[in-house]
């Protein structure tokens, strides 16, 4: 199948709508705009008619996928579907027509709804402050380090170690760099914990803290958190929970109780915003007291029934973004939790770990398990089994489209040879679970008697198997008409 570009549907002839002659006096476009800044050329744009258009965008939107056509179950990023009414109250004109720069007084109801949200998420993290300024989980992790260097550089010593377990997720290195640290890999052991020999043997005077993701990758919640804590604490180092898939922990465990002085919160995953297609996003940071007067501005207070905009943080990292974060997502975090309520957060928690253990079940024998420990919202196998087929889990993503499913991750957490990495998410229903895990099976017996099925899937695609690595390394977004 061959979907044409608007371009090529361009017909110079299309009907031209009927317009009214106008009645005032006309001019020339040359009259109205300075040479210097008219085209010389026609900038090339399709000419085609309004139900083409229609037509077109309705018809590339079928051959997408899409959380609102199925299943989305990748690991390690939360890809949950997020209620309607939530996109909904975040389009309210109230909300929707603000402008940022209007004066406090007349966006109280504003400043209110994040007030109130920075309360919440104070309640659900277990943590003393919030700042609602990052926006992504990524940029939360930049804001933690930013604040854990400063916290030692205010002791007047300049500490640049972040110890990361290698089942953290990519981001958290990444994050350390930019804040100017270095990140120093902590192993895990046989069950996908923190190797707490390997954690003792890289303790240091210039470590400034550890980067927990928690669960981690392998969807494994840390069981030793109190040793590690009694560790890092004890040399005044302090303790980051990367808690962007806290789906898993909503109203079972709070991080501050746990002894985390830092965690990020993924809005567009836990908090029905939506993810992928690239944001806007909210990430969050709610942090103990070491740190509450490091967050970065602004922060909103209330004061005698008034709320503002508080610049006032005394070691604050400083601004991270114009204004304040990223409105509309926050509107449809509290709302979510608003219809929630605490029991509800608890529900979805314990159904995103019941269906991740479920299809667990259902899944395990096909593959193999490489941690045994049960795991939380996400589990991950190893396609190992199938190189004596000469099939790779590449193949088995691939062939997965073909079912109408979209594929988990692969190949990642990197410690997982083969990676096949799953989160059903919560808001799945069994039947759904049983499908994936039903099309799971038939393809690995595919793999066993008909493995060249799988090296040319998908064979039901609009776009077949793709060279990705070309696809990378000679990237042509452009369209040049004719
Ligand atoms: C998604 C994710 C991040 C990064 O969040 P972004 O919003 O994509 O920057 C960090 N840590 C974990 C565990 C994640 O799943």
């Given amino acids: 199948m061959y979907e044409r570009l608007i371009f090529e549907l361009d017909r110079q002839q299309v009907p031209k709508p009927y317009l009214p002659r106008p009645t005032i006096p006309q001019k020339s476009v040359e009259e109205l705009i300075p040479s210097s800044y008219l085209r010389k050329e026609a900038p090339g744009l399709p000419e085609v008619a309004e139900n083409e258009v229609v037509r077109h965008f309705i018809s590339l939107s079928t051959l997408n996928y899409h959380v609102d056509k199925g299943i989305y179950p990748l690991g390690s990023c939360s890809m949950k579907y997020n209620p309607k009414v939530n996109e909904d109250v975040s389009r309210l004109p109230g909300f929707a027509n603000l402008h940022p720069l209007q004066p406090e007084e007349t966006v109280q109801g504003a400043l209110k709804l994040m007030f109130r949200l920075q309360e919440f998420l104070k309640e659900i993290t277990g943590m003393v402050a919030v700042s609602l300024v990052p926006a992504a989980g990524a940029h939360g992790e930049l804001a933690g380090c930013m604040m854990i260097r400063k916290y030692h550089d205010l002791k007047g010593r ?26 120093v890999t902590v192993r895990s052991d046989e069950n996908g914990l923190v190797d707490l020999d390997d954690l003792k043997a890289k303790l240091n005077d210039d470590v400034a803290g550890i980067m927990l993701t928690n669960p981690s990758t392998l969807g494994i919640f840390e069981r030793r958190i109190a040793e590690i804590e009694t560790l890092i604490h004890g040399i005044d180092a302090l303790m980051y929970m990367d808690g962007a898939n806290l789906n898993a922990l909503l109203g079972i465990v709070r991080p501050g109780d746990l002894g985390f002085d830092v965690i990020h919160l993924n809005l567009h995953k836990t908090f029905s915003v939506p993810h992928g297609g690239g944001g806007p996003g909210s990430g969050p940071v709610a942090v103990s007291e070491r740190l509450k007067d490091f967050l970065p501005i602004p922060i909103v207070s209330e004061r005698e029934g008034r709320y503002f905009l508080d610049v006032s943080i005394p070691h604050t990292i400083g601004r991270m973004i114009t204004f304040y974060g990223n409105f509309a997502a926050l509107v449809r975090a509290y709302n979510y939790i ?7 957060l608890r529900q979805i928690a314990e159904n995103a770990i019941i269906n991740a253990n479920y299809l667990l079940k259902k899944t395990e024998h096909l593959l193999e398990l490489p941690f045994k420990t049960r795991p939380m919202h996400e589990f991950v196998l190893s396609g190992e089994p199938l190189k004596a087929h000469g099939v790779r889990i590449m ?7 073909d079912y109408g499913l979209h594929a988990p991750t692969v190949y990642f957490p990197l410690i997982v040879k083969e990676a096949l990495m799953v989160e059903p998410t919560e808001t799945e229903s069994k039947e759904m679970l049983d499908k994936f895990a039903e099309a799971l099976e038939k393809i690995i017996q595919e793999a066993r008697e008909n493995p060249d099925i799988l090296h040319q899937a998908p064979h039901r695609t609009p776009v077949r198997r793709i060279d990705e690595l070309k696809a990378n390394k000679e990237l042509n977004v452009c369209f040049k008409p004719k």
């Fill in 395 to 401: 193949d088995v993503a691939k062939r997965l489209l």
């Fill in 338 to 344: 608003l219809m929630n309520g605490p029991d509800g």
């Fill in 158 to 183: 300049s500490r640049r170690t972040m110890l990361v377990p290698d089942s953290a997720h990519g981001t958290n290195p990444a994050s350390v760099t930019i804040a100017g640290m270095r990140a």
